[in-house]
């Protein structure tokens, strides 16, 4: 957008549309060049161009960049005549330089700008200085300098470095164009002067070096007769930005724009404007009071349903639980008849008693039989094969699973040997004696007894008459 009309380009499209703004009405331009292709809620993207902006160099902020759009204003109240509430503000940082170039532009033609869109049904994204796009447009050279001028406009010097612009000139004391069809005025000498002091500058100012080449881009004149007038008169070689361009600088730019919209250094349209997304709109509360009664209505209309159908089943199951509580009465009182008396149960008890007894007692005569019929003379015909010269029985106690024998021996160590051998006769093979008691009588005769069941304290060592006999040699006789 110039000051001279509006033009429209779409992304990655070369094709550009213009509208002229007469009597200022940029507003009226602007619509009648965007209405025909407006797709609501698509993003529109703004490129104004130098006489819609004004530009300071300052020191570089010691703030975060994302807080320059706010803090700016501040920066700049002191070489600004509007108010810091007035302005909308942008920095570039230039390179290698410490400074920052301050873009500021009039916060009312931005809200006007805005509204335009909006009763389009459009969104606005960016406003992006035009000189941006064209440091952009100088793809081959490290360093450029662009005589860039428009219509109804004045000539101005812009200089970029790695595409940034670093410095601006508008040259007020020559009015455009200097090139009147074949005829080349006075004036070109004038604007070779002023272009040479711009260059000089540059030339003193730029750590790469001297300046050698000059671009130019101007409306209403030829840009090959313009180009070779400045280099007959200037010590760089001038040429055209593009080669025979046809259409304004204006088309140039939108084209340009197009191509590469890409992630612009500076953007005039802060998040703080952009207008804040309304979470309860009026068309929204009602839309959810609406889906709140239906929903309302709807829970009431399934618990009343449910409820008709929950008071059916408790009078069902409440009548059936009345037969079964009479059903129940009814197996209680059939139960109480069939309870045994207390007198038939004592006398079950007795019986029982009675024949637990008689068993105990046919049990015991049992044992008796079976112990008569095994008897005790194999147990002491194999003691009377085992006789010994140096042993000699005196009492002996037998019943069904014990056996002590006592008597006496002519020495101690005969008798671990003479048990050991109850293993060759078959009555006495299992039986096993816990303990072995050896000593002597008041005639000093080795005395011994021999018992199955153990006796309070055990066997540790017997000493007698100087012989030692401990429980390990009586368990291996017995084995």
């Given at each position: 957008?110039?000051?001279?009309g509006?033009?429209?380009?779409?992304?990655?499209?070369?094709?550009?549309?213009?509208?002229?703004?007469?009597?200022?009405?940029?507003?009226?331009?602007?619509?009648?060049?965007?209405?025909?292709?407006?797709?609501?809620?698509?993003?529109?993207?703004?490129?104004?161009?130098?006489?819609?902006?004004?530009?300071?160099?300052?020191?570089?902020?010691?703030?975060?960049?994302?807080?320059?759009?706010?803090?700016?204003?501040?920066?700049?109240?002191?070489?600004?005549?509007?108010?810091?509430?007035?302005?909308?503000?942008?920095g570039?940082?230039?390179?290698?330089?410490?400074?920052?170039?301050?873009?500021?532009?009039?916060?009312?033609?931005l809200?006007?700008l805005?509204?335009?869109?909006?009763?389009?049904?459009?969104?606005?994204?960016q406003?992006?200085p035009?000189?941006?796009f064209?440091?952009?447009?100088?793809?081959?050279?490290?360093?450029?300098?662009?005589?860039?001028?428009?219509?109804f406009?004045?000539?101005?010097?812009?200089?970029?470095?790695?595409?940034?612009?670093?410095?601006?000139?508008?040259?007020?004391?020559?009015?455009?164009?200097?090139?009147?069809?074949?005829?080349?005025?006075?004036?070109?000498?004038?604007?070779?002067?002023?272009?040479?002091?711009?260059?000089?500058?540059?030339?003193?100012?730029?750590?790469?070096?001297?300046?050698?080449?000059?671009?130019?881009?101007?409306?209403?004149?030829?840009?090959?007769?313009?180009?070779?007038?400045?280099?007959?008169?200037?010590?760089?070689?001038?040429?055209?930005?593009?080669?025979?361009?046809?259409?304004?600088?204006?088309?140039?730019?939108?084209?340009?724009?197009?191509?590469?919209?890409?992630?612009?250094?500076?953007?005039?349209?802060?998040?703080?404007?952009?207008?804040?997304?309304?979470?309860f709109?009026?068309?929204?509360?009602?839309?959810?009071?609406?889906?709140?009664?239906?929903?309302?209505?709807?829970?009431?209309?399934?618990?009343?349903?449910?409820?008709v159908?929950?008071?059916s089943?408790l009078?069902?199951?409440?009548?059936?639980?009345?037969?079964?509580?009479?059903?129940?009465?009814?197996?209680?009182?059939?139960?109480?008849?069939?309870?045994?008396s207390?007198?038939?149960?004592?006398?079950?008890?007795?019986?029982?008693?009675?024949?637990?007894?008689?068993?105990?007692?046919?049990?015991?005569?049992?044992?008796?039989?079976?112990?008569?019929?095994?008897g005790?003379s194999?147990?002491?015909?194999?003691?009377?094969?085992?006789?010994?010269?140096?042993?000699?029985i005196?009492?002996?106690?037998?019943?069904?699973?014990?056996?002590?024998?006592?008597?006496l021996?002519?020495?101690?160590s005969?008798?671990?040997?003479?048990?050991?051998?109850?293993?060759?006769?078959?009555?006495?093979?299992?039986?096993?004696?816990?303990?072995?008691?050896?000593?002597?009588?008041?005639?000093?005769?080795?005395?011994?007894?021999?018992?199955?069941?153990?006796?309070?304290?055990?066997?540790?060592t017997?000493?007698?008459?100087?012989?030692?006999?401990?429980?390990?040699?009586?368990?291996?006789?017995?084995?």
């Open positions: 957008m110039q000051s001279d509006v033009f429209l380009s779409e992304k990655g499209q070369l094709k550009v549309s213009n509208c002229d703004i007469t009597a200022n009405n940029w507003q009226k331009a602007l619509e009648q060049l965007l209405q025909p292709k407006a797709t609501k809620g698509q993003g529109v993207n703004v490129v104004i161009g130098s006489d819609l902006y004004h530009t300071y160099q300052i020191d570089t902020p010691r703030i975060p960049k994302s807080e320059w759009p706010q803090a700016l204003p501040f920066l700049l109240k002191d070489v600004i005549s509007e108010r810091v509430t007035e302005i909308v503000a942008d570039l940082e230039l390179p290698s330089l410490n400074k920052t170039t301050a873009y500021v532009i009039q916060k009312s033609w809200l006007q805005r509204g335009v869109l909006e009763n389009l049904g459009l969104e606005l994204s406003i992006i035009e000189e941006l064209w440091a952009r447009a100088q793809k081959e050279s490290h360093s450029a300098v662009l005589l860039q001028r428009s219509r406009h004045h000539y101005r010097v812009s200089a970029f470095v790695e595409q940034l612009p670093i410095f601006h000139r508008t040259i007020r004391s020559v009015s455009g164009p200097v090139i009147q069809g074949e005829t080349i005025g006075l004036d070109v000498d004038s604007l070779a002067l002023e272009l040479q002091r711009s260059l000089d500058y540059l030339s003193s100012q730029l750590k790469t070096g001297g300046v050698h080449a000059l671009q130019v881009c101007c409306d209403e004149e030829s840009e090959n007769q313009l180009a070779e007038a400045l280099t007959a008169r200037l010590n760089v070689k001038v040429k055209p930005l593009v080669s025979e361009r046809t259409g304004w600088s204006g088309a140039l730019l939108a084209q340009i724009a197009s191509e590469q919209l890409e992630g612009p250094a500076v953007n005039l349209y802060p998040s703080y404007l952009k207008p804040k997304q309304e979470h709109t009026l068309t929204r509360v009602a839309s959810v009071m609406a889906l709140t009664v239906t929903a309302a209505v709807a829970v009431y209309g399934y618990i009343s349903v449910s409820t159908q929950l008071e089943e009078a069902q199951s409440e009548s059936r639980a009345d037969s079964l509580h009479d059903e129940l009465s009814q197996q209680k009182a059939a139960l109480e008849s069939h309870r045994p207390p007198v038939k149960v004592a006398a079950v008890e007795r019986l029982k008693q009675e024949i637990a007894a008689k068993k105990d007692a046919l049990d015991a005569v049992d044992d008796y039989d079976k112990e008569q019929q095994v005790y194999s147990v002491m015909n194999s003691l009377a094969t085992l006789g010994r010269n140096d042993i000699s005196q009492h002996i106690y037998l019943d069904k699973s014990n056996i002590d024998i006592s008597g021996a002519r020495n101690a005969v008798i671990p040997n003479w048990v050991g051998q109850f293993k060759q006769e078959q009555s006495l093979v299992g039986r096993t004696f816990k303990t072995l008691k050896i000593g002597r009588n008041t005639n000093d005769v080795v005395t011994f007894e021999l018992r199955t069941s153990p006796e309070n304290r055990s066997l540790d017997v000493v007698n008459a100087g012989e030692k006999v401990d429980a390990t040699q009586v368990l291996e006789a017995q084995q």
